[in-house]
DNA sequence: CGTTGGTTTGATGGAGATCAAGCCTCGTGG
DNA sequence: CCACGAGGCTTGATCTCCATCAAACCAACG
C-alpha cells in the first residue's frame, strides 16, 4: 500500500474528475484532505460493512463494486473507469466491497472532511451530481443488460460495453482491447455462470462477430453481427 | 392534465424533497419556475426520447421508470417514492419512460431552469447528490435481486422490499399494505414472465409466509420465512 | 349480460446451471 | 531448464427451473 502526497499538477484526469470544477486554489485545498494510493489487481479498496467510510477518485485502472451474499457468490454491480468516484457519503456504513480489477490508482478522502468540501464548494457537489447522474444510468443499462435477455444477449451487450469503454471517441467502439475482467467477474456481473459465459464467447468466435486474442483480448471483426446479438 | 401554481405550503413531502433544503424564500423563488401536475394510473411523464427534457418531485402516488427494448418487452428500471426525483438534468434528450403505477401528483419544472436554480442555490445541489446517492443504491439493491437468484428469491425480496417501503419505519416491513404494481410490473421489474410470478406467490402463500387479500393486498403471515426464502 | 384486462393454473420444451473432466499459461522451485 | 502446481479457461453430459403456449377464471364496467 503506496501513500501519498496528491500531485494534481500532472494526474492523468485532472480535468475530468469531479475536482476539475473546481479552481486552482479550491483543488490545491481540496487536495490537502485527501492522500494518493497504488492499489495491485485484486487488492481492496473499500470493505462492505466499514464504519469509517471514505470515498474516491480513480485515477487510473479499474475498480468493481460488488456484493457478496450469504452463499458466497459475488455479484458485481457496477464498474468504474478512470475519473470514477466511488463511496457511500451520506451512509454510516458502507455496503459494498470495492476491489482494484487491474492495477490501479486512487486518490482517497475521509468521508466527512469530503462531506465538508462538497458544502464549501458548490461547483464540486455540482460536478458530483453530474457524475451521480451517469452512474445512475450506468446501473440502469446494467439492469437493462440482465433482465430477462438470453446468454448470448447479455454477453454481446457487455462486451460492446466494454469496446465503447476502451475506446477514446465515445461513439465508435475500440476494434480491438482487452477485457478488465476474469470469466468469473463477467459471469458475477450479467448473472450466468462461469461456463456459459465461456460458451457465449465461443459462439461469438464461432460465428466470426469476435477474435479472441490471448486470454483477455478481444478484436471486433463484426461489430454489426454483434450488435445484433446483443438486440 | 391538470395544473396549478405551486402550493408548497400545504405539500405533503415539504420537508423530505429535495427542495426541503431550501429556505422559505428561496423555495418560493423555486416554485415560481414548475408546476403541479395531476396523473392517474398508467399516465405517461416524461417518455423516451424526449427533446426538451424536465425533471420532477414525486409529490404522492407511485412511478415507474422503465425502458422498452425492441421486441416491445417493458423493463422496470426503478420505482419512485412521493419525495423521490426524475429526471435527466444533464442529458439533452431523455432515455426512460417515467409512468405512474398509481395515481400520482408531481411538481415538474423544465430542466435548463431547474438546474439553473441547482447553480443558484448550494443547498439544492447537495439535497439532489444525497437524493441520487439513494437512487443508486437501490439501483444496486435492484441489480443484487435480479441477478443469479431463483424466481422465488426474487418475488419474495421484492415483496420485502415493498413491505419495507410502505412502512413508515425504515427497518421494520409493514405487515399489511397494497403492492402498487400489477404482475406485470412485477416480472418487468423481476425479470421473470407473468406466470412465474403469479405461480411464486401461490407458492409462497401455500408454504404460510404470505397472505393474498383482494388482487393487490398482502399480508405478511412469516416474515422470518419470507427472509429466509429471499435468501 | 357480454367484454375486457388482469390473474391463476396446467402441460411442455428449451436455455442455462451444475457436475465433471481436460487444457492452457504462468510462476515457483528443484 | 524442466517439472510441477495452481488458477483460470474450455468443453462435454445431464438435469432443473422457468419461459412459453393454452385455457380457464374473476372482477369491473359499459
Redesign the interface.
Known sequence: MARDALACAECPVRDRAACSALTGDERGELSRLGHRRLLKRGDTLFRAGEQETACATLIRGALK?S?V???G?E?I??LVHPAGFVG????PVS??EVVAVADSEVCVFPADRYERA??QF?AL??A???R??????A??C???L???RTAIQRVAGFILAMANAASSSPCHPAARFELPLSRGDMA?????SIETVSRQFGRLEKDGAIRREGARGIRLTNPALLQRLA?
Open positions: 463494486i456484493s451474499d450469504a452463499d457468490v455479484r454491480l457496477s457511500e457519503m451520506f451512509s455496503h459494498h462538497v458544502a458548490p457537489a455540482r458530483l451530481l453530474r451521480s447522474a451517469e452512474d445512475l444510468f446501473s440502469r446494467l439492469i437493462n440482465m433482465g430477462r458475477g456481473m450479467l448473472g450466468l438486440s
